[in-house]
């Protein structure tokens, strides 16, 4: 299958990182190139695009797409190494840096990658493909830890039943496949949540973070994000749900904060300035065209916030 993905807010998020020509951006989730091209599209032979991406599918489709672009490069790094690639590339800051969160359609679609319930597949959700995968997880993480994966992660109340009939289910047989965990998943849940949506979706999702890690690289890699920018500098970022929201929503509070001295303190003695501001105080969602044309940009939020010319920590 061809690596296609249609990007998400793309509009809002190209007018919200307000290219400059000779400009220097990250794209640290190229997937398709997509967004990429689209940045890449605004700058002059004097600008330069960096797009990142973990998955080699995605590298290898990102490069082919953004070839014609003499100001792009793609790289084949998770977005949470960001620092250690502007280091090698002898850059000190950039002027503007989008992270877009999530599973690529491509990722989605491609039956063999693992990703959805609606077909079979090897039980894999690996986007780097290396390292542990979801059949891995399911079949030798405890009962305990499965419970707390798919309660935090996935936000299931159905958890620990379905942690308890993973564990029961791989003691006849390993869980291999997409449609052995989705049999599982539909049989540990009560018959009015099979009806009013697909019962596998939350728990998919669970796994599906825990296998690559995606929480604890988002924190590092907004961190390493947000110190990248130089004073003007915007950060664009799109989630996909609330938890990942969540983590984006506080960190930009937390940048834009600026006295921290408790409050009966009759004048700031911290000296602590904001280092950011939000460009947009709410975020940024589809529009009914786009809903319309592309049903996954449904649960999209866009969130951009501009580096202070002068902040501290």
């Known amino acids: 299958m061809k690596f296609s993905h249609v990007p998400v807010l793309l509009t809002q998020t190209i007018d919200g990182l307000d290219i400059k020509p000779d400009g220097i951006y990250v794209d640290c989730t190229a997937g398709g190139g997509g967004h990429s091209s689209a940045i890449a599209a605004k700058l002059s032979n004097k600008g330069?695009?960096?797009?990142l991406d973990r998955d080699p599918d995605a590298v290898k489709a990102a490069s082919e797409r953004l070839s014609a672009f003499g100001n792009a490069q793609v790289i084949h790094r998770n977005y949470s190494e960001l620092d250690k690639v502007l280091d090698e590339l002898g850059i000190d800051a950039v002027d503007g840096i989008l992270m877009d969160l999530g599973v690529s359609s491509y990722q989605l679609d491609e039956e063999s990658r693992g990703f959805s319930y609606h077909s079979d597949a090897p039980l894999d959700m690996r986007m780097s493909q290396t390292g542990m995968s979801a059949a891995d997880l399911v079949n030798t993480f405890d009962e305990q830890q499965l419970a707390k994966?798919?309660?935090?992660?996935?936000e299931?109340?159905?958890?620990?039943?379905?942690?308890?009939?993973?564990?029961?289910?791989?003691?006849?047989?390993?869980i291999e496949t997409t449609l052995q965990l989705a049999d599982i998943i539909r049989e540990s849940v009560p018959q009015k949540a099979r009806r009013d949506?697909?019962?596998?979706?939350?728990?998919?999702?669970?796994?599906?973070?825990?296998?690559?890690?995606?929480?604890?690289h988002l924190s590092e890699g907004l961190d390493k994000a947000f110190d990248a920018l130089r004073p003007g500098g915007r950060l664009a970022v799109i989630t996909f749900h609330s938890l990942e929201d969540r983590i984006v929503k506080q960190r930009f509070a937390g940048w834009c904060k600026g006295c921290i001295c408790p409050p009966d303190f009759p004048q700031c003695v911290c000296g602590r300035k904001p280092q950011g501001k939000l460009v947009n105080r709410k975020?940024?969602?589809?529009?009914?065209k786009e809903l319309e044309s592309n049903n996954r940009s449904r649960s999209a939020k866009l969130r951009i916030i501009e580096r202070s010319a002068s902040g501290n920590g």
């Open 197 to 216: 949506k697909n019962p596998c979706k939350k728990t998919f999702q669970a796994i599906r973070i825990a296998v690559n890690g995606e929480f604890d």
């Open 283 to 288: 975020p940024l969602e589809a529009d009914e």
């Open 149 to 154: 994966i798919i309660f935090e992660y996935g």
């Open 48 to 51: 330069r695009l960096i797009s």
């Open 156 to 174: 299931e109340k159905f958890s620990r039943r379905i942690a308890s009939n993973i564990v029961r289910a791989r003691e006849k047989a390993p």
